[in-house]
Protein backbone atom coordinates (compact mmCIF):
# COMPACT_ATOMS: atom_id res chain seq x y z
CA UNK A 1 0.00 0.00 0.00
CA UNK A 2 0.84 3.54 -0.99
CA UNK A 3 2.45 5.87 2.33
CA UNK A 4 -0.23 7.84 4.07
CA UNK A 5 1.35 10.73 3.46
CA UNK A 6 1.48 10.30 -0.35
CA UNK A 7 -2.52 9.29 -0.42
CA UNK A 8 -3.02 12.41 2.32
CA UNK A 9 -1.03 14.78 -0.41
CA UNK A 10 -3.24 13.09 -3.70
CA UNK A 11 -6.46 14.09 -1.12
CA UNK A 12 -5.72 17.49 -0.74
CA UNK A 13 -4.36 17.90 -4.37
CA UNK A 14 -7.58 16.56 -5.80
CA UNK A 15 -9.72 18.71 -2.78
CA UNK A 16 -8.01 22.00 -3.90
CA UNK A 17 -8.44 21.31 -7.64
CA UNK A 18 -12.16 21.20 -6.89
CA UNK A 19 -12.11 24.38 -4.91
CA UNK A 20 -13.18 22.56 -1.77
CA UNK A 21 -12.63 23.21 1.56
CA UNK A 22 -11.58 20.79 4.39
CA UNK A 23 -14.79 20.97 5.85
CA UNK A 24 -16.51 20.76 2.49
CA UNK A 25 -14.74 17.33 1.85
CA UNK A 26 -15.16 16.50 5.43
CA UNK A 27 -19.32 16.79 5.61
CA UNK A 28 -19.08 15.15 1.63
CA UNK A 29 -17.49 11.86 3.42
CA UNK A 30 -19.11 12.05 6.79
CA UNK A 31 -16.36 13.17 9.02
CA UNK A 32 -14.73 15.96 11.06
CA UNK A 33 -13.07 18.01 9.46
CA UNK A 34 -10.00 17.58 11.59
CA UNK A 35 -10.02 13.92 10.11
CA UNK A 36 -9.32 15.72 7.01
CA UNK A 37 -6.83 17.47 8.39
CA UNK A 38 -4.95 14.36 9.65
CA UNK A 39 -5.57 12.47 6.12
CA UNK A 40 -3.40 15.37 4.12
CA UNK A 41 -1.09 15.37 6.70
CA UNK A 42 -0.42 11.81 6.25
CA UNK A 43 -1.22 11.09 10.36
CA UNK A 44 -4.54 9.15 10.50
CA UNK A 45 -4.67 5.70 10.09
CA UNK A 46 -8.60 5.80 9.37
CA UNK A 47 -7.68 7.05 5.73
CA UNK A 48 -7.94 3.37 4.40
CA UNK A 49 -10.84 2.83 6.06
CA UNK A 50 -12.94 5.89 4.40
CA UNK A 51 -10.46 5.53 1.20
CA UNK A 52 -13.99 4.37 -0.81
CA UNK A 53 -16.00 7.27 0.45
CA UNK A 54 -13.12 9.95 -0.17
CA UNK A 55 -12.84 8.89 -3.34
CA UNK A 56 -16.28 8.78 -4.53
CA UNK A 57 -17.09 12.00 -2.88
CA UNK A 58 -14.32 13.70 -4.92
CA UNK A 59 -14.84 11.78 -7.80
CA UNK A 60 -11.57 10.24 -8.65
CA UNK A 61 -10.86 6.16 -8.43
CA UNK A 62 -9.18 4.82 -5.22
CA UNK A 63 -5.91 3.76 -7.25
CA UNK A 64 -5.72 7.20 -8.33
CA UNK A 65 -5.61 8.42 -4.06
CA UNK A 66 -3.35 5.06 -3.09
CA UNK A 67 -0.55 5.09 -6.28
CA UNK A 68 -1.06 8.34 -8.10
CA UNK A 69 -2.54 6.76 -11.40
CA UNK A 70 -5.53 5.15 -12.60
CA UNK A 71 -6.00 3.12 -15.69
CA UNK A 72 -9.30 3.16 -15.73
CA UNK A 73 -9.42 7.12 -15.86
CA UNK A 74 -8.86 9.00 -18.87
CA UNK A 75 -5.19 10.50 -19.08
CA UNK A 76 -6.26 13.90 -18.50
CA UNK A 77 -9.13 14.19 -16.18
CA UNK A 78 -11.45 17.19 -15.38
CA UNK A 79 -9.51 19.85 -17.50
CA UNK A 80 -10.87 22.85 -19.04
CA UNK A 81 -14.61 23.09 -19.94
CA UNK A 82 -15.00 19.10 -17.86
CA UNK A 83 -13.67 20.67 -14.60
CA UNK A 84 -15.56 24.16 -15.03
CA UNK A 85 -19.01 21.92 -15.27
CA UNK A 86 -18.30 19.99 -12.52
CA UNK A 87 -18.31 23.17 -10.62
CA UNK A 88 -21.39 24.37 -11.76
CA UNK A 89 -22.82 20.68 -10.65
CA UNK A 90 -21.93 21.07 -7.20
CA UNK A 91 -23.43 24.78 -7.31
CA UNK A 92 -26.92 23.28 -8.50
CA UNK A 93 -29.51 22.52 -6.10
CA UNK A 94 -30.04 18.62 -5.72
CA UNK A 95 -33.13 18.32 -7.47
CA UNK A 96 -31.56 20.19 -10.50
CA UNK A 97 -28.56 17.91 -10.36
CA UNK A 98 -31.43 15.22 -11.51
CA UNK A 99 -32.87 17.12 -14.11
CA UNK A 100 -28.78 17.85 -15.08
CA UNK A 101 -27.90 13.94 -15.14
CA UNK A 102 -30.87 13.13 -17.19
CA UNK A 103 -30.38 15.57 -19.50
CA UNK A 104 -26.67 14.53 -19.66
CA UNK A 105 -27.65 11.16 -19.85
CA UNK A 106 -30.12 11.36 -22.79
CA UNK A 107 -27.33 13.17 -24.58
CA UNK A 108 -25.12 10.71 -24.46
CA UNK A 109 -27.26 8.07 -25.25
CA UNK A 110 -27.07 6.14 -22.32
Keep these: MSDPA ?6 K ?12 LAQAVGV ?6 QWET ?4 QVTG ?4 IAASLEVGVEYLMYGS ?6 E ?3 GDELALLRLYRECAPEDRHMILRMARRLAGS
Design 6 to 11: QIGARI
Design 13 to 24: EVRQERGWTQDQ
Design 32 to 37: SRSAVA
Design 42 to 45: GRAG
Design 50 to 53: NLTR
Design 70 to 75: DKRAPA
Design 77 to 79: VRQ
